[in-house]
T-cell receptor, first 114, second 115 residues
């Protein structure tokens, strides 16, 4: 069974600084997708970034980028120039190419301080 | 851009009652997914539908059923509600071919409280 592990329950970053959230996963599949979702206090699940396993290039979306290490099964999220609005729970998620469901990690709560 | 719509946003029920949650996917999206998120937990997959047919099933209790209609909206029916059913229920939608290759976009969720 596929598992997703987020080993940092909480992280803190100062405004304008950079922070990296860690995620590892376990799978025997070769075709899969990885995602980071953000859940602010409103509880809405917002897609931050996605990565296809077959792509070697790391995905980027404005201030958000990933470090995808396929051999190590690692998928970390880097947030640059952190803003107060980045404060939220961040979930790493995995999906195979054939199945429907997303498997989530337990989340990392990010605090952004002045 | 249009997003996933869920109704109601909040629902309070008594034990043993029934509840119906509705989901309206993003226009042109053909697949819907239901997730349950308990307090302090990550979302857990319940069930999904592609082109009105059940495509995958997760940890959905037998007391729950769901379907997708001809207009692609979906309903999650929950009977004999228990205190443990209190949770945030998300619907997500995607546009994908068989194989499930596209990204799931989540609705705002329905917060169900069972008293």
């Amino acid at each position: 069974a596929q598992t997703v592990t987020q080993s940092q329950p909480e992280m803190s970053v100062q405004e304008a600084e950079t922070v990296t959230l860690s995620c590892t996963y376990d799978t025997s599949e070769s075709d899969y997708y990885l995602f980071w979702y953000k859940q602010p206090p409103s509880r809405q699940m917002i897609l931050v970034i996605r990565q296809e396993a077959y792509k070697q290039q790391n995905a980027t979306e404005n201030r958000f980028s990933v470090n995808f290490q396929k051999a190590a099964k690692s998928f970390s999220l880097k947030i640059s120039d952190s803003q107060l609005g980045d404060a939220a729970m961040y979930f790493c998620a995995y999906k195979t190419g054939t199945a429907s469901k997303l498997t989530f990690g337990t989340g990392t709560r990010l605090q952004v301080t002045l | 851009a249009a997003g996933v719509i869920q109704s109601p946003r909040h629902l309070i029920k008594e034990k043993r009652e029934t509840a119906t949650l509705k989901c309206y996917p993003i226009p042109r999206h053909d697949t819907v997914y239901w997730y349950q998120q308990g307090p302090g937990q990550d979302p857990q997959f319940l069930i999904s539908f592609y082109e009105k047919m059940q495509s995958d099933k997760g940890s959905i209790p037998d007391r729950f059923s769901a379907q997708q209609f001809s207009d692609y909206h979906s309903e999650l029916n929950m009977s004999s509600l228990e205190l443990g059913d209190s949770a945030l229920y998300f619907c997500a939608s995607s546009l994908e071919f068989p194989g499930g290759r596209d990204t799931q976009y989540f609705g705002p969720g329905t917060r169900l409280t069972v008293l």
